[in-house]
């Protein structure tokens, strides 16, 4: 192997936690390998803790330091690892201002002062990297902002928190029920003790904010984003999904239609013939649709210190070989400034289910609704019980708005007993 000859290229690591110590780790076992593949060795100059004091196995004591901004001025690149906003966001402002470069994987930073940070990095000619905040090991930042820098993306479907799909994959493969599916996931350590993040969908809206914004070439904050989680997917929900050939998916959508764009999370029923519906597990995936690429699909572990590490790391070599060749890699442009419009103006395909007296001429009110608000029935299933029927409406391609009048219309008439659920259809 031939020597690098360039100077040694200091990084600094701030949070040495599940992912944070993975980076260390292999920034230290292949030191030699990417140092060649750099053109110059990576010297780790330290590792930021609060308390130096707290043994962390596998690190050497002597890279610990408890003062960030000496570390961070000492350093040419900074990596982040510490999640949060404050002092994230401080560190890394510092960082950039006195001109290192910034790998991070904090979505929920990026998502809530991106163009600040963003600006900055531009302001001080630095670079601001940020793969491993998507999808953790899934190369999906570059691919957008660089492979399809020459296309027009748009639409992007993305299941993009693990937690979520191992819960909704477990309740449709082992029909469990939610509460029973999410304590798994806890006892597994896929799911926090305090599960809000994930099952709530800010986890997924952060992310979906980035992937906008990359796709759209604008900029798009976490308020833009419409959110719903999955605690109310109940196991009725998914055996009537099963019966229709559909799995229920927290899905991440961001798409341009008619000069707009609109970015939700929300569960939704997704066809078994698509490629996301056979995204099982903990696993994520994002599927892209472009204009001249077609449809392209990235799929992998989207969390977990190791696979994160890896994204985190190719950022790493990234930025410093643009330190060793002296100049700056290409980052987001954010030139677009396309309406981002609310919920209530998407359109999409719904599923209705409901219980309705079984008698005869209910069906005939209920499509009655649906056609006073223009929304349009594809199909109708009907499952009778003792006295009442349930009923399944799916709708073609409405405005969610009238969809939403349709169902509270629907909610006051004495011809439908309950609405038990409204779902997005997507994929089709
Ligand atoms: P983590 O295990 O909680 O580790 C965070 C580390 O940062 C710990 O070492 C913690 O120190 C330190 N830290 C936190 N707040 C700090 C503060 N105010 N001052 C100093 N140190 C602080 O987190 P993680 O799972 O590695 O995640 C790190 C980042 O990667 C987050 O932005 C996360 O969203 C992102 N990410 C994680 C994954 C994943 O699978 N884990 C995947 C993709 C992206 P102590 O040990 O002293 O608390």
Wanted: charged share 20%; no cysteine.
């Amino acid at each position: 192997m031939s020597e690098p000859s360039k100077q040694p290229i200091a990084v600094a690591v701030l949070g040495p936690g599940t992912v944070g110590r993975e980076v260390v780790r292999l920034l230290t076992e292949h030191a030699e390998d990417l140092a060649a593949r750099v053109g110059a060795p990576l010297e780790l100059a330290g590792v930021y803790v609060r308390d130096v004091s707290v043994p962390r196995e596998g690190l050497d004591s002597a890279l610990l330091t408890s003062d960030a901004e000496a570390l961070v001025a000492r350093a040419d690149v900074v990596v982040e690892l510490m999640g949060g906003i404050s002092p994230a966001r401080e560190l890394i402002l510092a960082a950039l201002a006195g001109g290192a470069s910034v790998v991070t994987a904090n979505k929920a930073l990026l998502a809530a002062h991106g163009p600040e940070l963003f600006e900055a990095a531009d302001a001080a000619g630095a670079d601001l990297y940020f793969e491993a905040a998507v999808a953790g090991a899934i190369p999906i930042v570059r691919p957008v902002r660089e492979s399809l820098a020459g296309d027009q993306v748009e639409r992007i479907l993305g299941i993009v928190n693990g937690t979520t799909n191992y819960v909704l994959d477990e309740m449709t493969q082992r029909g469990l029920s939610y509460d029973v599916a999410l304590k798994q996931a806890q006892d597994l350590g896929y799911a926090e003790a305090d599960p809000t993040a994930d099952v709530e969908g800010f986890d997924a809206a952060a992310k979906a904010a980035i992937l906008a914004s990359l796709a759209f070439h604008q900029r798009v904050s976490l308020d833009d984003v419409y959110r719903e989680g999955i605690s109310g997917v109940t196991a009725a929900d998914v055996a009537a999904a099963r019966e229709n050939g559909q799995v229920i998916k927290l899905l991440a959508i961001a798409e341009r239609a008619d000069g707009a764009v609109a970015v939700r999370v929300h569960p939704a029923l997704v066809p078994v013939s698509h490629p996301l519906a056979g995204v099982h597990g903990a696993f994520n995936a994002i599927f892209v649709e472009a204009a001249a690429a077609g449809e392209l699909m990235f799929y992998g572990k989207g969390a977990g210190g190791v696979p994160t590490a890896s994204a985190v790391l190719g950022d790493v070599v990234s930025v410093a070989r643009h330190r060793a060749s002296g100049g700056k890699g290409p980052r987001e442009s954010a030139y677009a400034a396309n309406p981002v419009v609310a919920i209530d103006t998407v359109f999409t395909r719904y599923s209705v289910r409901m219980n309705v007296p079984d008698r005869p001429g209910v069906l005939q009110r209920v499509a009655e609704v649906f056609a006073a608000h223009g929304v349009s029935i594809e199909t109708v299933r009907q499952a009778s019980g003792a006295g009442t029927a349930g009923l399944v409406i799916s709708t073609h391609r409405a405005l969610e708005r009238d969809l939403a009048a349709t169902v509270a219309d629907l909610r006051g008439l004495d011809a439908v007993l309950e609405v038990t659920s409204v779902l997005r259809i997507e994929g089709e």
